[in-house]
């Protein structure tokens, strides 16, 4: 208050100093009193606390004579207890999930180093100057991802890290056949020259424990309504249909779903446990008008909605699949969703969900986003990989070789790598000391000319934040280069790493394809994720694009399973004891059979490229011969 101004207080009357020469004294000898009685309460609380206070040694002037002074100890925030849809593998949360920081990105990781020329649009209009999303999307720990008991996504959640659910407690170490599933048929390709057939890369298996009420309300069966804690299998198949299956028992839970073209990768549901199936093409084939993807009721099995981004200015402009398996953001009602033609979707949904009518409704409008470096080949851009989400942080991985690391609520690019090779596995995330590192290997595709040789699958610890290599490794593996794509052969680094937990939570797990031979042999490796250094492998004689899966028993030991071009499983011990032989390792290795119990019953033939699930001790997986297996573990 300047010199002879009045103060007004908030109800406008005027502050008038006191007249009176012994009020302030007054107020003195109160507020002193107060003062005193206060400073006497919290010694006594001290006092009689004594056993919450613990003697710290701190030296200099501040120490006194003794030397200590007393400090409280901090009370540990309480663990939430585990909510019953919740997956206890996660559990409990790990993740402080933070990307504000102020490390810069490394230079070599710059966008703007590179020439990078992005471009918005909002409901096909291109935005002009900075955007920003209006409800700002937020990814937590992965134990938040879902709201339903089941697996919804490829890899399970936003961190791409676990294709498990619940303990699977190993007594006899066995793998049985409970059940097949054999009538997925095959639909001609688009170039006319082969036929896709069953389920291959990534084709995974969703699952979901529908609650009661939603299966009494869903155009299921009778028999599969009436079953007590169903868990629903929902397979998408390159014969252009969506098949749905009892997780114990392999019988169909209501017809199948026909989509009209191929479905290779893996589809999504709904995590907020809406009756939503989100599920893309991989080709233009079929009877299908719409090169794109489409969103399903699975009250009725009606289509809600589709979409195809051939009109959307893409740099790759005549290839519109998506190969890749969806995020939602459940928290702000927004699908993500990258394109093989090189842009990255979001969708808000403008879910109308009714529990009580049994009525659900969306209204999506598309937010857009393209880029290309000065670098790149437009007619290459595109995006097999599915992305991860950390925060407001989207990783993915392109065609071109590039790793990037986009901001959902500007749809800017932060960082981009350019890797070693090319690469269509996800990234995992993984979270240490408030940081999040993304793991990711290379295929062996571009280091060599038409033919077969040998070259290297780099496999990469990269810090999130900042772009930063933080190890990086490698394996030789063997590739063939046709003189088409349709006649390559690659191997490398086709299925996705593990993250590991519970007891081997110091561990990150590659699997490398044809390490033996164009057509031959696969390894784990098991690395320390500090360091980057080999803690153990696991060789094997066949070569595999099926992604490993890591399971856990209650004490936190861990499992691994991982099926092979031959139709077999293997299962693994994942222990961090590096003395294991391979054979020492080696639990058990099971040979899937197909028509079992019929007179065409056949090993032969049965080749498993997508990658499995394991729900509390069942194994579900698809092949590229048609079938489908359900199999106990014990």
Known sequence: MKKGEQFIAPDNSYYKPSRDPNEGTLKLVVVMTALFVILTGVLAVVYFNRSNIEETLITGDAAGESGYISVATPTPSPIPPLADYQNPVLYPESASVNTYTEDPVVSECDPAARGIAEQVSVAGVIVEGDYVRETPIWFSDPVYYGQAKGIFTYRGNNFRNCASFGYTELINGELT?????????????????????????????????????????????????????????????????????????????????????????????????????????????????????????????????????????????????????????????????????????????????????????????????????????????????SIACYGNYGYFMDNTMNLCCLDLNTMEMVWTKVLGDDSDITPVIDEEDGIPYVYIGTEVDNQGGTGEYSGAAYVYKINGLTGETVWQTSEPCYTYNGETSETDQSGGCFGNPIIGKGNISNLVIFSFSMTKGLASGNKLVAYDKDLGTVVWEYNMNCYTYSSPVDFYDEKGNAYIIICDSLGQIHMIDASANNALSNEERRITVFQTVKHSGTSEESTSGICIEASPIVYEGMLVVGSTSGSVFGIAIS
């Open 177 to 385: 056949q409970v059940w097949e599933y054999d009538g997925i048929g095959t639909m001609l390709a688009s170039t006319m020259n082969f036929e896709w057939s069953g389920l291959r890369w990534t084709g995974q298996p969703l699952c979901i424990k529908w609650s009661d009420g939603m299966r009494s309300v869903m155009n299921m069966y009778d028999n599969a309504k009436q079953q007590m804690g169903l868990v629903e299998v929902i397979v998408a198949a390159l014969d252009g249909n969506i098949y749905f299956f009892n997780l114990q028992t392999g019988d169909m839970t209501r017809d199948p779903i026909y989509v009209g073209s191929s479905l290779k990768g893996t589809p999504a549901l709904d995590p907020r446990g809406y009756p939503l199936l989100y599920v893309g093409q991989t080709d233009n084939n079929g009877d299908n008008t719409t090169f794109g993807f489409y969103i399903y009721s699975l009250i009725d099995g009606t289509r809600l909605y589709s979409y195809d981004g051939s009109m959307d200015g893409a740099y790759r402009s005549n290839w519109n699949a998506f190969d890749s398996s969806p995020i939602i953001d459940g928290a702000t009602d927004t699908l993500i969703w990258p394109c093989e033609n090189g842009m990255i979707y979001t969708f808000d949904l403008n879910t109308n969900y009714t529990p009580e009518s049994s009525t659900i409704s969306i209204a999506p409008v598309c937010t857009s986003y393209k880029y290309i470096f000065a670098d790149n080949t437009s007619n290459r851009m595109g995006v097999e990989s």
